[in-house]
């Protein structure tokens, strides 16, 4: 499994777009980018998925370079209710397969 | 997307006791995966549970301490043996489900224990 590596943490204000870059050097043909979201005593919830180039939602962007060996989490207009635990997690979806998490990446939004 | 509860949601326990954690799903999977949490920490993967088969360990745990049961396809069990302070984590259940370019692994609220 690609290894990734992102920033400990992070600090923004209400209103403010924030970007979260996470690097995955190794990262496999088959393997998809996936950032999951973690509030305090809660379980991780998916926020976005790509394999390539950009992919938007309603809460978030997925920005991928050609090469694949990074990508960025844009989150627009972030707001008090963003503090969270940002997870950037690389591999195969496979049915089978368990997502490894990393450290991640702790945002959090002050006003 | 998939409905996930455990049970209990928290519980306080004494040193040398055993707890088991409930996890239910709202439709069938074949694979449920449980993860541990520590304080201030990530998640880490504890064992892969295969309805029919018994659970795949990961490097550090091991059957005798995190028994863990797969009686049917939409329900699991994980038992935390022979507590001690550092088994105090959150425990998650999971399952994925999906298509490639869809698939999602989705979350239980997790069961927050605490051993004294």
């Known amino acids: 499994l690609a290894k990734t590596t992102q920033p400990i943490s992070m600090d923004s204000y209400e209103g403010q777009e924030v970007n979260i870059t996470c690097s995955h050097n190794n990262i496999a043909t088959n393997d998809y980018i996936t950032w999951y979201q973690q509030f305090p005593s809660q379980g991780p919830r998916f926020i976005i998925q790509g394999y390539k180039t950009k992919v938007t939602n309603e809460v978030a962007s997925l920005f991928i370079p050609a090469d694949r060996k990074s990508s960025t989490l844009s989150l627009p207009r972030v707001s008090l209710s963003d503090t969270a635990v940002y997870y950037c997690l690389v591999g195969a979806n496979q049915a089978g397969t368990a997502l490894i998490f990393g450290k991640g990446t702790t945002l959090s939004v002050s006003s | 997307s998939a409905v996930i509860s455990q049970k209990p949601s928290r519980d306080i326990c004494q040193r040398g006791t055993s707890l088991t954690i409930q996890c239910q799903v709202d439709?069938?999977?074949?694979?449920m995966f449980w993860y541990r949490q520590q304080p201030g920490q990530s998640l880490t993967l504890i064992a892969t549970?295969?309805?029919?088969?018994?659970?795949?360990?990961e490097s550090g745990f091991v059957i005798d301490k995190f028994p863990i049961s797969r009686p049917n396809l939409t329900f699991s069990t994980l038992t935390v043996s022979n507590m001690s302070p550092e088994d105090s984590s959150i425990y998650l259940c999971s399952v994925r489900r999906g298509r490639p370019g869809t698939d999602t692994q989705y979350f239980g609220p997790g069961t927050r224990l605490t051993v004294l």
């Open positions: 439709s069938q999977v074949t694979m």
């Open positions: 549970a295969n309805q029919g088969s018994e659970a795949t360990y």
